[in-house]
T-cell receptor, first 113, second 113 residues
């Protein structure tokens, strides 16, 4: 049973470009959350998707957007990249409902030059 | 505004001794607390959690203590083993199950053989 997978593993972009990161949830999970982990910091919540809708959102600008597909996989899009967007982007999946733990993928390391 | 704080960036402990990792929080709405362990190039892995209705939860070598009045929790690892060397994140949420997690900045634990 595959866990949470993310692609690509690493990515290098330049300022002003746009990027799309992908996440496949753990089998049976229907909820996907995205987190940004800057160097030396803990993960910060970006948003969560359930039933193809954004259910919760953290304190991130509109440049950060997402999507969830009918198969529960998800994408994170970041427009107009800034140097400060350089970070590890983590995807976590869970099964909707109470008492269900979030399982994290290995992350995508984004470097903005 | 750092709502979850881990004031010790690093901790070194002799193998076989007790490791104590500390975490403080400021948001009174937090109702559920979790500890995650992270190895390099991997996503955070859930370790142990505690609900605010309890003051202690044990799972094998790991015990989490919660002091609600002090808004403080700690993770005890006894005995410490070399495989415990990792970064440990404290996280909190207003409920368990699909609620966004607010993380601390992490403590790097090194177990000395």
């Amino acid at each position: 049973d595959a866990g949470v997978t993310q692609s690509p593993t690493h990515l290098i972009k330049t300022r002003g470009q746009q990027v799309t990161l992908r996440c496949s949830p753990k089998s049976g999970h229907d909820t996907v959350s995205w987190y940004q982990q800057a160097l030396g910091q803990g993960p910060q919540f970006i948003f969560q998707y359930y039933e193809e809708e954004e259910r919760q959102r953290g304190n991130f600008p509109d440049r950060f957007s997402g999507h969830q597909f009918p198969n529960y996989s998800s994408e994170l899009n970041v427009n107009a990249l800034l140097l400060g967007d350089s970070a590890l982007y983590l995807c976590a999946s869970s099964l909707s409902g109470p008492d269900n733990e979030q399982f994290f993928g290995p992350g995508t390391r984004l470097t903005v030059l | 505004d750092q709502q979850v704080k881990q004031n010790s960036p690093s901790l070194s402990v002799q193998e076989g001794r007790i490791s104590i990792l500390n975490c403080d929080y400021t948001n009174s709405m937090f109702d559920y607390f979790l500890w995650y362990k992270k190895y390099p190039a991997e996503g955070p892995t859930f370790l142990i959690s505690i609900s605010s209705i309890k003051d202690k939860n044990e799972d094998g070598r790991f015990t989490v203590f919660l002091n609600k009045s002090a808004k403080h929790l700690s993770l005890h690892i006894v005995p410490s083993q070399p495989g415990d060397s990792a970064v440990y994140f404290c996280a909190a949420s207003v409920d368990f199950g699909n609620e966004k997690l607010t993380f601390g900045t992490g403590t790097r634990l090194t177990i000395i053989p």
